[in-house]
């Protein structure tokens, strides 16, 4: 097997996950949190739609993590994404992580909107 190193140029993947933190070059942000190839950091959750229609024009897709499983969230948030030209995929926080470092290895117009899988 050939294994190839992923460069994510300037770009900081996340490193790591757990109750209540997601860590993201090198920084452990505690609670929900918004992750962009050039930024990360704390978010104020579904009600906080202003921080992520910031990114419309800069992402297609915002990856939403709800946490340890896969839940819907709020159809009005879905909903004003959309309407900015933001596509939402939902997942589990752990699927989202992943997600997120694979499309962002390919270079792809992403972010994160995290919530915590759990709880400190």
Same mark, same amino acid.
């Given at each position: 097997?050939?294994?190839? $190193?992923?460069s %994510?140029?300037? =770009?900081?993947?996340? $490193?790591? %996950?757990?109750? &209540?933190f997601?860590? /993201?070059?090198g920084?452990?942000?505690r609670?929900?949190? *918004?992750i962009? +190839? ?9 009600? @906080?739609? #202003? ?5 419309a024009?800069?992402? @297609? /897709? *915002?990856?939403? &993590?709800? &946490?340890a $499983? ?10 004003? *994404? @959309?309407? =900015? ?14 997600? %997120?470092? /694979?499309?962002?290895? $390919?270079?792809?117009?992403? #972010? =994160? #909107?995290?919530? +915590?899988?759990?709880?400190?």
């Amino acid at each position: 097997m050939r294994l190839t $190193e992923i460069s %994510y140029g300037t =770009a900081q993947p996340v $490193e790591g %996950y757990g109750p &209540g933190f997601f860590r /993201v070059g090198g920084h452990v942000l505690r609670g929900a949190c *918004l992750i962009t +190839p050039w930024d990360a950091g704390l978010w104020g959750g579904f009600g @906080d739609t #202003a921080a992520v229609l910031t990114l419309a024009g800069r992402i @297609d /897709v *915002l990856l939403m &993590g709800m &946490g340890a $499983e896969i839940a819907h969230p709020p159809k009005e948030f879905v909903a004003t *994404l @959309d309407a =900015a030209g933001i596509g939402v995929e939902v997942m589990a926080s752990p699927a989202a992580c992943r997600t %997120y470092n /694979v499309l962002l290895g $390919e270079g792809r117009r992403i #972010a =994160a #909107a995290l919530l +915590p899988v759990g709880a400190p």
